[in-house]
């Protein structure tokens, strides 16, 4: 007869099989998925764009050791003209989103992508004042919307999808917007006036600074940074809506090199002010970086995570939002075109004690190729 300690023993084993299987179904899966979606995206942009360089032969081999997408290989790393060695050096956005599933709570997912239990979450990093549009009677959101400019944003919106901002004194239907805003669940939050500093690269978007931190427990790294600014008017400083964005020298402060835009264009000035660019300091830098590991302490298991954060004009660190599953691409690897992976790799065992790289199951990238 088996005792119940061993019996306990043999149930644990087989549940632990069980969610290895699961799990390694799951990743077949998601491989199988990505690669019919980027090839059939690489094959479409080959076809359009007809670049003088690289190939989709040499695309698809690029893929399946590293699972680059079109762009990453185009224009993020530049993998056409990499050897193996150069290409094994960055880290791509597809196996990150590895390492973010297997070390990551499914808790923090969720604050961080509820953007109203987020900012709840981290309310002594928030000095604005915010709601959703639904909690508003029709009179209290007209008062509001008064007194000072606001940014409505969907709640399950993404990459600056949807977002747009309100300024009383332009609008002329109160009770049609007051209608749109309940109808599509649009969360309000009050415009920040970020510093002078800030401000003068572009004054139509809040420029905000991505802060990537690595943590653990008590512990917690400074990975990476980038300041991110609004280009030809638009209200939102995101890439995928035409921004720029520069580099951060963590240690310094200080952005070094020139800043860069989606389709790998560089620009040591903002291409709409002409403000200066590279060279600038981030004003308050040790305090944001302060504030960020602060963060990291306020719910449990926060491991990854990028911050957005800016300084207004009343010299406050203001947290705007948060990415548990931040980009590498920005700010760390694609305006050098240096790749991070060991340093990835080294910093994650300092902090947590695990091996990243271990976690990618690259054998499947061997799989019915």
């Known amino acids: 007869m088996v005792s119940t300690a061993n019996g306990s023993m043999s149930i644990l084993g087989k549940l632990k099989k069980q969610f290895y299987s699961v799990s390694l179904f799951y990743e077949i899966h998601v491989y199988f998925a990505e690669r019919k979606l980027f090839f059939a995206e690489a094959r479409k942009r080959f076809a359009k764009e007809k670049p003088g360089h690289g190939s989709l032969k040499d695309y698809k081999e690029a893929f399946r050791k590293h699972r680059v997408t079109y762009s990453e290989y185009m224009y993020s790393y530049e993998y056409w003209h990499l050897n193996e060695a150069e290409r094994d050096a960055f880290i791509s956005t597809s196996e990150m ?3 973010y599933r297997k070390l990551g709570f499914q808790e ?3 604050i961080f992508h509820d953007k109203v239990r987020f900012l709840a979450s981290f309310r002594p990093f928030v000095h604005r004042w915010w709601s959703m549009a639904q909690s508003l009677s029709f009179d209290e959101f007209k008062e509001k919307a008064s007194q000072f400019d606001i940014i409505a944003k969907p709640v399950d919106g993404t990459r600056g999808e949807g977002i747009f901002k309100i300024v009383g004194s332009e609008v002329t239907d109160w009770r049609q917007l007051y209608d749109r805003l309940v109808r599509d669940n649009y969360l309000l939050e009050q415009c920040i006036v970020a510093c002078d500093e800030l401000s003068e690269f572009h004054p139509s ?5 991505r802060v990537v931190t690595i943590s653990d427990k008590d512990r917690c790294e400074v990975f990476g940074a980038l300041l991110r600014m609004g280009a030809h008017g638009s209200v939102i400083d995101n890439t995928h809506a035409g921004g720029v964005y520069a580099p951060i020298n963590v240690e310094t402060g200080t952005i070094d090199i020139e800043a860069i835009d989606s389709r790998n264009h560089h620009y040591s000035c903002h291409p709409d002010s002409g403000k200066t660019i590279k060279g600038f300091r981030i004003p308050m ?4 970086k302060e504030t960020c590991k602060e963060a990291t302490q306020t ?4 491991h990854f995570a990028g911050w957005d954060l800016c300084i207004t004009k009343e010299g406050q660190v203001e947290i705007i939002e948060g990415n548990h599953a931040p980009d590498f691409d920005g700010g760390m690897q694609a305006p050098l075109k240096i790749g991070v992976k060991k340093k990835l790799q080294q910093t994650v065992i300092n902090v947590m004690g695990v091996d990243p790289l271990k976690l990618i199951p690259i ?7």
């Open 299 to 302: 719910i449990p298991n926060i």
């Open 363 to 369: 054998w499947i990238n061997r799989v019915n190729n």
């Open 108 to 110: 923090v997912r969720e």
């Open 97 to 99: 989103q590895i390492i």
């Open 205 to 209: 978007s809040l420029n905000t600074i």
């Open 285 to 288: 830098w040790e305090q944001i």
